[in-house]
């Protein structure tokens, strides 16, 4: 009797034990033990199809979520410059029949790289983070790092500029603002994305010097500064191989060498094989589900080139079991995508929908960005600011006066719930002293401009506005249909008219500023010596008008440096002649002379230099010194000067610090950025300014050794208001 009492009261006991270990999450569940810990006990729960099921995208733009184990989907939007709907395809979802998701429309990655102001793409990440989590998602598509390697890439609009460093400062402080809110970042795309035309089949050929000096330096800083969670790989292929199942790019490069700790996603319907692209080290194929399956049967995917569907679950364990890829691969994908999902709280803090988009802050954020971004060419003879005092009429004049160019077309566009105009911003500005009055004068490029006389009636109807009026300005430019992801721009030209209306108007009116509307440079040599004033405002998201209207009235002083060098004319680029590339073929032959690394090297006069803006102040420059003179290897000097804002309102100015050495034994480009400071200084103020270069500032990367070699000798520090302004030079030498 009493041995059953015991045997009934052990088997309660074990019950209850049961009851309560159900009852007790597993370790993975709880938050307060360690990432890896975490990340190691989760592992061991799940089956080898679990782990393969992980591999592959659950739809079009989200990960697969596991039931069993309670792992939630990774749901991604659309970037870099705000969120993006989510919905399917960018063809698909930027037609207005799709339910809108509307967000603020933050500038585009060049205007944010014009501003030269980390502290700006920071805030920029944040804002975007802030509203990716308040609609839903985890994972921001962003941001585009690619070097704008030539004036014509669709895609311009989205990066940070033709030099690596502009480009790794801007990234690595855009990816430190989402991740600072628990957003998945994803910086894209590994590697030399550069150009549109067959970006699916292109195969490129480019130098390992070139590659680590600059095309790679802003996903390293990514990922050893900021510790990126998630990099994009490429559509096109990196010498020889698709960069999706491309060894040396993501295993050998980013995880090896770096030390990458993150995953690597694939751009959308960029793979073609299981083995070769796992073996590789993608961990994770985008799009995936059903969404993939409709878009890749779809002609227009095909044809363009797409591959996908290669890592779906059953595909990955046929290959696991026919010895082609590796358990532990297979665990290595998933590792890492765990590892991103607990840091970044996906399990603990799950993101629900209903959150503020659009916030007052997120507004302000994307005015001050558009306004720091805007870069003033040109002013002769100080024709800006415009002085609502003195001008009683104003005529605004152009295809993209009355219309919000917000940013370029693709993946990257924003629908925003409202966008300030130009025009908008001007008249706002102008009011109530100065008469504002439009005229389209020509018709953007592809939309219906009428017949012969309607053209003629445009036009001559601006040319009378500008006659009569007092001063004038006409934005011109570009629009999402012409410059986007997907194709490249045909020409480095403005659309069709855009220079006879500047021509006409210039004539018309001796006071006119032009303003242009786009991502990349544009041919000005037609009419740039015509107008006395000139402004480049790119794609500057949804507050863009009233940053407009800001800087041409001066209640905004100018501080924007272009990014990149505007080339008088296309051929004057160093990427002439080695583009678009023959038979799917593309030869990076101006190696590591890109930008105005190629300028100085040819000595090629641009139209405006890499690193140009004016102000509507002055800034003098002096009091440049080195610390130590002679500097032993491996070890950082101390560069110093001073700035004074001898003008009569407060600014900001770019200080460029570009690093020459003397004598090397392989061919330097003649400078190469390596730090800059953006300093505001109220009227008669002065403030010394401080760098350190590091060792790396000085060294070049030697295919030879395949290694960053700095030798010894000379060097010479160029303190400059851009590329072709310098204005201090010294030189310190670096010891054995
Ligand atoms: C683009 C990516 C984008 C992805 C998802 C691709 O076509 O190249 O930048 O994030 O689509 O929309």
Request: hydrophobic fraction near 45%; aromatic fraction near 8%; charged fraction near 20%.
């Amino acid at each position: 009797m009493r041995i059953l009492w015991i045997l009934a009261s052990i088997a309660a006991l074990i019950a209850a034990a049961r009851v309560l270990l159900a009852q007790t999450p597993p370790p993975y569940r709880n938050p307060k033990l360690a990432v890896q810990q975490r990340v190691d006990d989760l592992l061991r729960r799940m089956t080898l199809r679990e782990k393969a099921e992980m591999l592959a995208g659950g739809g079009w733009m989200e990960s697969q979520a596991n039931q069993r184990l309670g792992i939630p989907a990774i749901k991604m939007a659309d970037g870099p410059m705000g969120v993006r709907n989510w919905l399917g395809s960018s063809a698909i979802t930027n037609a207005a029949a799709v339910t809108p998701v509307t967000a603020t429309a933050f500038p585009a990655g060049i205007a944010i790289a014009a501003s030269w102001d980390p502290e700006m793409a920071d805030r920029e990440g944040r804002a975007i983070a802030q509203e990716v989590k308040a609609l839903g998602r985890d994972m921001i598509l962003g941001p585009t790092v690619n070097i704008n390697r030539l004036p014509l890439w669709g895609r311009n609009f989205e990066g940070y500029g033709e030099d690596p460093q502009l480009a790794a400062r801007m990234g690595v402080a855009y990816i430190r603002g989402v991740q600072g809110e628990g957003v998945i970042p994803s910086v894209k795309h590994f590697a030399a994305n550069n150009q549109e035309f067959e970006r699916h089949r292109i195969d490129e050929t480019i130098g390992e010097r070139a590659l680590n000096e600059i095309y790679f330096p802003a996903f390293r800083a990514a990922v050893q500064e900021a510790g990126v969670w998630a990099v994009m790989s490429a559509y096109n292929k990196v010498n020889g191989v698709w960069c999706a199942e491309n060894p040396y790019l993501l295993s050998d490069t980013l995880k090896k060498r770096w030390g990458f700790q993150g995953f690597v996603i694939s751009d959308w319907g960029s793979t073609y094989s299981t083995a070769a692209t796992v073996n590789a080290g993608m961990d994770l194929e985008m799009p995936g589900g059903e969404p993939m399956r409709i878009w890749l049967s779809k002609p227009a995917t095909q044809k363009d080139g797409n591959g996908a569907g290669w890592l779906e679950a059953d595909k990955v364990l046929a290959a696991v079991a026919a010895g082609a890829v590796k358990q532990e691969a297979v665990d290595d994908a998933v590792r890492r995508l765990l590892r991103v999902m607990f840091t970044a709280g996906l399990f603990d803090r799950p993101h629900t929908a209903g959150g503020e988009v659009d916030t007052p802050e997120q507004r302000a954020v994307a005015r001050a960005a558009a306004t720091e971004g805007i870069v003033l060419l040109k002013n002769a003879d100080g024709a800006l600011p415009l002085d609502a005092t003195r001008i009683h009429s104003l005529a605004v004049i152009g295809p993209n006066a009355a219309v919000a160019r917000t940013g370029g077309g693709g993946s990257s566009l924003v629908r925003p719930k409202y966008a300030v105009t130009p025009l908008a911003g001007i008249e706002e500005r102008a009011a109530p002293h100065v008469k504002v009055q439009y005229a389209l004068g020509v018709a953007m490029e592809g939309t219906d401009a009428g017949d012969a006389a309607a053209r003629q009636a445009a036009r001559d109807e601006a040319v009378a506005l500008a006659r009569q009026s007092d001063a004038a300005v006409v934005v011109v430019g570009y629009a999402a249909a012409l410059e986007s992801e997907g194709f490249d721009r045909k020409s480095m030209d403005l659309p069709a008219g855009q220079d006879d209306l500047i021509q006409a108007v210039a004539a018309a009116n001796p006071h006119t500023t032009v303003v242009v509307v786009a991502g990349a440079p544009v041919t000005m040599t037609g009419w740039i010596d015509r107008v006395p004033a000139a402004l480049c405002a790119w794609y500057g998201g949804q507050e863009a008008g009233h940053a407009i209207g800001d800087i041409l009235f001066g209640a905004a002083n100018p501080s924007g440096k272009l990014p990149v060098t505007f080339p008088k004319e296309w051929k004057d680029s160093p990427a002439y002649g080695h583009y678009p590339g023959e038979n799917l073929h593309v030869e990076y032959a101006e190696g590591i002379y890109v930008g105005y690394r190629g300028f100085d090297q040819r000595n090629i006069e641009p139209l405006f230099p890499f690193g140009h803006g004016l102000s509507y102040t002055r800034f003098e420059y002096s009091d440049l010194a080195i610390t130590p003179a002679r500097v032993a290897a491996g070890k950082p000097v101390t560069v110093t000067m001073k700035l004074r804002n001898a003008g009569s309102r407060p600014g900001a100015e770019v200080v460029q610090l570009y690093v020459h050495q003397v004598h090397s034994s392989e061919d330097r480009p003649p400078k190469e950025l390596k730090a800059f400071r953006r300093v505001t200084l109220a009227a008669g103020e002065s403030q010394t300014v401080r760098f350190t270069l590091a060792a790396d500032a000085m060294s070049f990367y030697s295919t030879a050794r395949k290694n960053w070699v700095a030798e010894p000798g000379q060097f010479e520090v160029l303190a400059g208001a851009s590329s072709r302004d310098i204005r201090l030079k010294a030189a310190f030498e670096l010891g054995h």
